[in-house]
C-alpha cells in the first residue's frame, strides 16, 4: 500500500525556509552541506544554492564501503552537479578498512563506525574552512526510523527524544537539518519534479544493516497493520523533548552544586545533596563527570547504575573507565586514575607534572629550561624539539593512542596522524604505539620519542603562537 503523501513536492522549499524563520541566527552564515549524491542531499543541495538563503560549500565523504565502479560514478555526478550549482566542493576519502577497524575495536556497527568517522570528516573540514555551520538532509523518515532504532535499543529519555532539528556538536559548530519536518514521500516527488539528477547507493537495499531492515521490514508492517503509527511515534518524542528540557534544567541547577578542579579534572558534590536526587539525574551526573574525564569513552547505563549501588550499599570507592568514584561522609567525589583503555592501546589521565605507574608502565612528566643552541652569531635561538611548550597546553592531559579520525592544527591546517605516520615512513608497529597528547581544546603532540628516544625526529606539534623561550614539558613512557 503506497502512503499518502503529507506534504506536497512543492512545499518542501517552504519547510526550509521555515526552518531559517524559526532559526534566524542561521540565516546567512556560510553552511558546509554534507553533500552523498543521494535524493536527500542532491534536494537539499539545489534548494539551498537557489534560494541563496545561506554562502554553500559542498562536503562529498568517501567511505570505502562499496563497490569502486559505484563510487566512481557517484564521484563523477557529485563532481558535475556542484559545477552547475556553482558550488566549491572537498571530497573526503576515507581510507579503505578504516571504518571496520573501528568498528572492530569499539564492537559496534559498520553503520555507528562510518557516522561517527563522517561526522569527524565534517568537523575538521568545517575548522579548515572557518565555518560553523553542518548542515544534513535527515528527513522525517529518518526521525522515525532513529526513533525505532534507539526503542528496540532500550535507549533513555536523551536518545528518544529523537534527532534535533538544530544542536551544538562542540569546537562551536552547530549541526542543521532543515528537512527534518518533511517526509521522504515528499522529497520523492520534489526531486522528481524537478528531474534532479541523484545517485542510487547499492547499500541502502542491504539488509545487512540495522537500519534498512527496520526501513524495509518494520516501517512497512506497520504501514499496513497501524496506519497512524508515523503521526503517533512522532508525538511521542516530541512529548519526550518536552520532558527532556524540564530534567536538563533540573540536571543544570544540581551541576551547579559541583565543585570541579580545572588541573586535577576531579569533580565533587555534598552527599547530602547528591543523595536527594532523583536516580535519572544521579546517573546523569556520574555520566557527565565520566566524561569530563574519559572524552569520548561511553558507558551503559546499567554499569553507572552499578557503579551508584555500590555507593548506596556502602562501598567506600569504585573504578570506573578511567576514574574512581569515592565516597566519604561528607562528599562524594570523583578523580582520574591511570586506567588502560582498551587491550591493544593505552590510556591515561594525568593531572600534572610526576611519576605514574600502572601495571608494567611508568609515566614520568619533568619540567626543564628551554633548550638553547647558538645561532651562526646573531645570539641564541630556541631548539624545536625537547618536549611540549609552556603555554600550548593545559592540564589534565590525556595520554594514548592513536584511534581513527585523530588530527592536529600544524601550519594552520588540520592534518590527520595516520597521514602524518604515513609520511614517516613508519611500521605499524611503531603507529600504534605513538603516543598522543592531548588536552581540553584536542590533540597537542604526537610523539614517538617518549617511547624510543631514538625517534626523537619524529614529533609533530599543535601550532601555538605564544612564547618560545619557556619551560618544556618532557615526556618519558616506559614499558608500553
Given amino acids: 500500500m503506497k502512503r499518502r503523501n503529507d506534504i506536497s513536492g512543492k512545499a518542501v522549499e517552504s519547510h ?99 557516522r561517527e568517522i563522517r561526522y569527524g570528516v565534517l568537523r575538521r573540514c568545517a575548522l579548515r574552512f572557518g565555518i560553523d555551520a553542518i548542515c544534513t538532509a535527515h528527513n522525517a523518515d529518518d526521525q522515525l526510523e532513529t526513533l525505532l532504532s534507539r526503542f528496540l535499543s532500550s535507549s533513555s529519555i536523551d536518545g528518544l527524544a529523537g534527532i534535533r532539528a538544530l544542536r551544538s556538536i562542540g569546537e562551536g559548530i552547530s549541526l542543521l537539518r532543515p528537512l527534518l519536518q518533511v517526509p521522504r514521500s515528499a ?48 508525538g511521542t518524542s516530541a512529548k519526550l523533548a518536552t520532558d527532556k528540557e524540564a530534567l536538563d534544567d533540573i540536571l543544570g541547577k544540581a551541576l551547579e552544586q559541583c565543585s570541579f578542579e580545572t588541573e586535577t579534572a576531579k569533580a565533587s558534590m555534598p552527599m547530602e545533596v547528591f543523595g536527594e536526587l532523583p536516580e535519572s539525574i544521579r546517573v546523569k551526573i556520574l555520566a557527565r563527570w565520566i566524561s569530563n574525564i574519559a572524552g569520548e569513552g ?36 570523583i578523580m582520574p586514575i591511570l586506567d588502560f583503555h582498551r587491550e591493544d592501546g593505552y590510556f591515561f589521565v594525568i593531572p600534572s607534572e610526576g611519576v605514574y605507574r600502572a601495571g608494567p608502565i611508568e609515566i614520568s612528566l619533568s619540567w626543564s629550561g628551554s633548550r638553547k643552541r647558538q645561532n651562526g652569531g646573531e645570539g641564541e635561538a630556541i631548539e624545536p624539539d625537547g618536549g611540549l611548550l609552556e603555554g600550548s597546553f593545559s592540564f589534565p592531559l590525556r595520554l594514548r593512542t592513536r584511534k581513527a579520525g585523530d588530527a592536529i592544527k600544524s601550519s594552520g591546517v588540520m592534518k590527520r596522524l595516520d597521514d602524518v605516520m604515513k609520511a614517516w615512513h613508519l611500521d605499524s608497529g611503531m603507529r600504534n604505539i605513538a603516543l598522543v597528547v592531548e588536552d581540553g581544546d584536542g590533540i597537542v603532540a604526537l610523539l614517538l620519542s617518549p617511547i624510543d628516544p631514538s625517534y626523537r625526529e619524529f614529533e609533530k606539534f599543535r601550532d601555538y603562537a605564544g612564547p618560545k623561550s619557556g619551560r618544556r614539558l618532557s615526556i618519558s613512557l616506559k614499558g608500553a
Fill in 16 to 114: 526550509v525556509e521555515a526552518f531559517f524563520s524559526k532559526h534566524p541566527s542561521m540565516r546567512g552564515r556560510e553552511l558546509l552541506v554534507a553533500y552523498s549524491g543521494g535524493m536527500d542531499s542532491s534536494t537539499l543541495l539545489t534548494i539551498l544554492a537557489e534560494t541563496r538563503i545561506c554562502p554553500l560549500r559542498a562536503v562529498h565523504v568517501v567511505h570505502n564501503l562499496r563497490p569502486a565502479e559505484e563510487l566512481k560514478i557517484e564521484r563523477k555526478a557529485v563532481i558535475t552537479r556542484c559545477r552547475e550549482l556553482k558550488l566549491p566542493l572537498t571530497i573526503a576519502t576515507i581510507r579503505s578498512g578504516t571504518i571496520e577497524s573501528l568498528a572492530r575495536r569499539k564492537k559496534i556497527g559498520i553503520e555507528a563506525a562510518a
Fill in 187 to 234: 522529497i520523492e516527488l520534489y526531486a522528481d519534479s524537478r528531474k534532479l539528477p541523484f545517485s542510487s547507493d547499492s547499500s541502502n537495499f542491504s539488509v545487512d544493516y540495522r537500519r534498512n531492515r527496520i526501513r524495509h521490514r518494520i516501517c512497512p508492517m506497520l504501514d499496513r497493520e497501524f496506519p497512524g503509527w508515523r503521526k503517533g511515534l512522532l
Fill in 298 to 333: 561511553r558507558l551503559s547505563y546499567g554499569a553507572l547504575t552499578s557503579a551508584l549501588d555500590a555507593i548506596s550499599r556502602g562501598a567506600s570507592g569504585v573504578d570506573i573507565l578511567g576514574a574512581r568514584l569515592r565516597r566519604s561522609e561528607e562528599a562524594l567525589e
